[in-house]
C-alpha cells in the first residue's frame, strides 16, 4: 500500500513537471514571436501575416483599413533633413546608427565615432591605437574600449585589425567556436594560409574531423564584412503613424497596416473528424500566438511613438533646432521595459510629421553639454550647416570663425576642432576651398 501509494504521488508529480514544460515551452514560443515581431518593420509583418495566412486554414481574411492606407515613401524623398543627411546611407552612417541602440558612456561617444571613421571600405581599422588616442587627447585605454565597442557592431568582423581578427570576431559568435581558435587566427594565420594542417592538428590536438569543421566555420566567415553594409538600393519605407496637430494638440494616427485584424473561419469548428481536430488544434495554437504577438506588437511601438512626442514636443512644435537629446533608457525606464524592447520597437520604424518622414531611431541622440542643457549632435550640425550656408562666398568663415559664430547666435560653446569635425561629416570643404570670386 505504502509503494502504491508512494508510486502513485511520483505519477502526479511526473505529471505536473510534464505540464509546467509544456506550459513554459508555449510560453517561451509565444515570447520568441512576440519578440520577433516587434522587430519587424510595417511591410515585413505584412508578408509575414500573409505567409502564415496562406498555410493556416483558420485565417479567412486579414483585412487592412483601406482608408487609412497610403503611399509608401522613397527614403531620397523623405528622409532629409535640410540637406544634411544623404539618402544613401554610407557604411560609417550605418554603424553610427548603431550606437543609438547600446549604451555608451557620453565621454566615449566622440571617441568611439572618430574610430568608425577610421576604419577603411571593407571595415577594418586603419590607424593604430596610439594615433588613435592621440588624435582624440585621450588615454589608450579609452580607445581599446571604445575599439571593444565598435567590435560590437554589426556586422561581426567591424573594426578588426587583421584578416585573422576579422574571422576570429565572426568565429567566436557562432556554434562550434573553440578557445584554441582565438590563438590560431590571432598568432598561426599563416598556418591556414599555408595549408599547414598538420602544425594545427598537432598543436592543439585535434581530430581530422574537428579540423575539417573549422575550415567550413572559417570559409563561412566574410573577411570584407564592411562591404555589408555597401548597398546602393533605394529604400523604401512605410511609416507606423501620423504625428500631427489639431487646434493645440498633438496627435498620433496609427496607421492599420501595422496592426491587421484577422478574420476567423469558423465553419471549421463543425469537424468532428480526430486527425483533423489534432491539425486544426496546433492551427489554433499558432493563430493565439499570432494574435497575442500583433497586440504586444502594436501595444508596445504605441506606446515607445506616445512617449516620444511627449518628450520631444519642442521638436514637432519648432522644428530641428529643438530636438533633445534623449536615450533608449529614457524610454525604457518611464516605460518599465528592457532597452533590447525598445531597441526592437523602434528599429527600422518610421513616423509621418510635419517636417516630414522620420526613423524612430532618429529621436534618440546623443548630446553636447551646453549652458542650457544638452544640444544633440545633430542641431549642433545643422548650426554649423546653415552658418556655411549662409557666409559671404567671397570671405568663408574658417573653423575658428564659425565657433565664434555659434557662440555669439546660438550659444554654443564648442571646440575648433569639433567644428571642423562636424563640417568633415557634412562632407563640407574648408574655407579656402570654399572662397569664390
Given at each position: 500500500m505504502k509503494f502504491h501509494f508512494m508510486g502513485k504521488e511520483l505519477s502526479v508529480v511526473k505529471q505536473h513537471l510534464v505540464q509546467q514544460q509544456t506550459i513554459q515551452r508555449k510560453l517561451n514560443q509565444s515570447l520568441i514571436q512576440s519578440i520577433q515581431m516587434l522587430q519587424f518593420t510595417s511591410v515585413e509583418l505584412y508578408e509575414y501575416i500573409n505567409e502564415i495566412?496562406?498555410?493556416?486554414?483558420?485565417?479567412?481574411?486579414?483585412?487592412?483599413?483601406?482608408?487609412?492606407?497610403?503611399?509608401?515613401?522613397?527614403?531620397?524623398?523623405?528622409?532629409?533633413?535640410?540637406?544634411?543627411?544623404?539618402?544613401?546611407?554610407?557604411?560609417?552612417?550605418?554603424?553610427k546608427e548603431q550606437l543609438l541602440t547600446i549604451e555608451i558612456p557620453e565621454e566615449f561617444l566622440p571617441t568611439v565615432e572618430f574610430g568608425i571613421d577610421s576604419l577603411n571600405e571593407n571595415g577594418y581599422l586603419e590607424i593604430t591605437l596610439e594615433e588613435w588616442a592621440s588624435a582624440c587627447n585621450t588615454t589608450y585605454s579609452i580607445t581599446e574600449k571604445a575599439l571593444h565597442i565598435i567590435q560590437q557592431l554589426e556586422p561581426r568582423g567591424i573594426g578588426a585589425r587583421h584578416l585573422g581578427e576579422c574571422i576570429y570576431l565572426q568565429l567566436r559568435e557562432m556554434d562550434g567556436y573553440r578557445p584554441f581558435i582565438e590563438d590560431l587566427l590571432l598568432h598561426h594565420l599563416d598556418w591556414i594560409a599555408d595549408y599547414d594542417w598538420t602544425a594545427i592538428q598537432e598543436s592543439y590536438g585535434i581530430t581530422q574531423g574537428e579540423l575539417d569543421d573549422l575550415i567550413k566555420l572559417i570559409q563561412s566567415c566574410d573577411p570584407k564584412p564592411g562591404k555589408l553594409l555597401d548597398t546602393t538600393d533605394v529604400e523604401y519605407i512605410v511609416p507606423e503613424a501620423k504625428i500631427w496637430k489639431d487646434q493645440d494638440k498633438w496627435k498620433i494616427t496609427f496607421y492599420h497596416w501595422s496592426a491587421p485584424k484577422l478574420v476567423i473561419d469558423s465553419s471549421y469548428n463543425q469537424l468532428v473528424d480526430k486527425e483533423a481536430e489534432k491539425f486544426l488544434k496546433s492551427k489554433r495554437d499558432q493563430l493565439r500566438w499570432l494574435e497575442g504577438a500583433l497586440k504586444y506588437r502594436t501595444a508596445t511601438i504605441e506606446l515607445v511613438i506616445r512617449e516620444i512626442v511627449e518628450r520631444q514636443v519642442d521638436f514637432f512644435e519648432f522644428g530641428l533646432l529643438h530636438l533633445k537629446s534623449m536615450t533608449l533608457s529614457d524610454i525604457a525606464d518611464k516605460l518599465e521595459l528592457h532597452t533590447s524592447t525598445i531597441s526592437r520597437a523602434v528599429n527600422n520604424k518610421y513616423v509621418e510629421t510635419p517636417h516630414g518622414i522620420y526613423p524612430l531611431k532618429f529621436f534618440f541622440q546623443s548630446g553636447v553639454s551646453q549652458d542650457d542643457g544638452k544640444k544633440t549632435t545633430i542641431v549642433l550640425k545643422h548650426m554649423v550647416h546653415r552658418l556655411i550656408e549662409e557666409e559671404d562666398k567671397a570671405r568663408p568663415l574658417s573653423d575658428e570663425r564659425i565657433r565664434s559664430r555659434l557662440q555669439e547666435k546660438y550659444s554654443v560653446n564648442i571646440a575648433r576642432r569639433t567644428v571642423m569635425k562636424y563640417r568633415q561629416e557634412l562632407n563640407i570643404p574648408a574655407s579656402y576651398k570654399r572662397r569664390k570670386e
Open positions: 495566412a496562406e498555410e493556416n486554414p483558420l485565417i479567412e481574411e486579414v483585412v487592412y483599413d483601406a482608408e487609412e492606407r497610403q503611399q509608401t515613401y522613397q527614403a531620397s524623398d523623405t528622409y532629409s533633413i535640410d540637406a544634411m543627411n544623404s539618402s544613401e546611407k554610407t557604411l560609417y552612417d550605418r554603424l
